[in-house]
Antibody, heavy 119, light 108 residues
Framework: QVQLVQSGAEVKKPGASVKVSCKASGYTFTGYAIHWVRQAPGQRLEWMGWINAGNGNTRYLQKFQGRVTITRDTSAITAYMELSSLRFEDTAVYYC????????????WGQGTLVTVSS | EVVLTQSPGTLSLSPGERATLSCRASQNISSSYLAWYQQKPGQAPSLLIYGASSRATGIPDRFSGSGSGTDFTLTISRLEPEDFAVYHCQQYGSSPWPFGQGTKVEIK
C-alpha cells in the first residue's frame, strides 16, 4: 500500500535552514507529484508547493518563493522540502502528501514532521 | 488567488444529529476540484470528498458533499462518535491549492 514516511522532529534557531524528507513506498514514485503542506499552531493548513517526481518540475506558493526548495531523489524514492531563513512563525507540523490515482486530491499523507524554531 | 472561508468555526452537536458545514470561495472554482478532509488531533488530514461530491474509498455514505461555483457544503447525516473532528475544505488542481480555516465539530 502507499506509504509516505517522513523524517523526525527538528529544532532550529532563527535564520537556520531545515530539510524534511518524505520516503515513498508502495507505488511508482515517478508517477505522482508530492505536495508539501504545513500547519502552524492554531492556523489553517497551508499548501506550500509541489514537485513532479517524474521530471522534477516544481511550483511554490508565492509566499515561500526564495525560501523553500522542494527536490526529489528518484533512486532514494524520497522527496525533500528545505525551508531557509527560518522564523519563529515557521514553527509548524510539515506534511508531505500525494494525490489519489487519477485524482489530484491529496489522498495519501505522511505522518507529519514537527519543526520548532526557537532561540 | 482563491480564498476559502469555512463556517461555522465550531459546531456543537450531539451524536445522531446532522452536521452541515459550509465552504465559500472568494471566486468561482470548478466543482471538479473541491475536496474535504477530516483531521483528528495529532493525525494527518484524511481525504473524505473530492470533486465536491465524490466520496473517497471507504468513506461511509453518511458523509456527502455538494455545491458549485462559490458555495460548497459537507453534510454528515447522523454524527457518529468518531466523526467529532476538524474538517477542512481545499481547492486543488491548479496552483496554489488553498485550504479553508477549518470547522471543528465538537460534542455538545
Amino acid at each position: 500500500q502507499v506509504q509516505l514516511v517522513q523524517s523526525g522532529a527538528e529544532v532550529k534557531k532563527p535564520g537556520a535552514s531545515v530539510k524534511v524528507s518524505c520516503k515513498a513506498s508502495g507505488y511508482t514514485f515517478t508517477g505522482y507529484a508530492i505536495h508539501w503542506v504545513r500547519q502552524a499552531p492554531g492556523q489553517r493548513l497551508e499548501w506550500m508547493g509541489w514537485i513532479n517526481a517524474g521530471n522534477g518540475n516544481t511550483r511554490y506558493l508565492q509566499k515561500f518563493q526564495g525560501r523553500v526548495t522542494i527536490t526529489r531523489d528518484t533512486s532514494a524514492i524520497t522527496a525533500y522540502m528545505e525551508l531557509s531563513s527560518l522564523r519563529f512563525e515557521d514553527t509548524a507540523v510539515y506534511y508531505c502528501a500525494r494525490g489519489l490515482a487519477g485524482i489530484q486530491a491529496l489522498g495519501h499523507w505522511g505522518q507529519g514532521t514537527l519543526v520548532t524554531v526557537s532561540s | 488567488e482563491v480564498v476559502l472561508t469555512q463556517s461555522p468555526g465550531t459546531l456543537s452537536l450531539s451524536p445522531g444529529e446532522r452536521a452541515t458545514l459550509s465552504c465559500r470561495a472568494s471566486q468561482n472554482i470548478s466543482s471538479s476540484y473541491l475536496a474535504w478532509y477530516q483531521q483528528k488531533p495529532g493525525q494527518a488530514p484524511s481525504l473524505l470528498i473530492y470533486g465536491a461530491s465524490s466520496r473517497a474509498t471507504g468513506i461511509p455514505d453518511r458523509f456527502s458533499g455538494s455545491g458549485s461555483g462559490t458555495d460548497f457544503t459537507l453534510t454528515i447525516s447522523r454524527l457518529e462518535p468518531e466523526d467529532f473532528a476538524v474538517y477542512h475544505c481545499q481547492q486543488y488542481g491548479s496552483s496554489p491549492w488553498p485550504f479553508g480555516q477549518g470547522t471543528k465539530v465538537e460534542i455538545k
